[in-house]
């Protein structure tokens, strides 16, 4: 058992190295679609464009694996996901659920074709929204 675990090991090594090499290469192949899309490409072009992209998304995953890119990334969405839910967040939810809302009326009375008095929808959302969590303070009073 001792002397397979090397050999496993060493075969998922290479089998997650195929598989990043296989990611770059569909990387590369949309990339010279979305061009293609943009622009007319003929066959010659791609053959001579392809291997120059694959070159450069070697290149920029090797810059992106160099300078811990993908680490920090993780690590950043890491903390996001455990980071507890503080007040901040819950007036900053209910501040855009409140103009959402006046959105939601005012494209309702759009397809109506009716009158909405957009300001008077955000006065009143707005001071409703101060009921519910108070003036924001300025940095004088705290």
Same mark, same amino acid.
């Given at each position: ?23 770059? &290469? ?10 293609? /899309? ?8 791609? &053959? ?10 070697? /290149? ?14 993780? &690590? ?67």
């Amino acid at each position: 058992m001792r002397r397979i675990a090397p050999f496993v090991g060493r075969q998922l090594s290479r089998f997650r190295m195929g598989q990043t090499y296989y990611a770059m &290469i569909l990387s590369t192949v949309n990339a010279v679609a979305l061009v293609s /899309l943009a622009f007319p490409v003929e066959f010659w072009m791609l &053959i001579l464009l392809f291997p120059v992209l694959f070159i450069l998304t070697f /290149l920029l995953g090797y810059w992106m694996d160099k300078s811990n890119v993908t680490a920090e990334d993780s &690590i950043k969405s890491q903390e996001m996901l455990f980071r507890y839910v503080n007040l901040a967040d819950r007036k900053a939810q209910a501040f855009q659920l409140a103009i959402a809302s006046v959105n939601i009326e005012a494209f309702k009375a759009a397809v109506e074709k009716r009158p909405f008095d957009t300001d008077a929808a955000l006065r009143a959302k707005y001071s409703a929204y101060l009921d519910e969590w108070g003036a924001p303070k300025s940095k004088k009073e705290t």
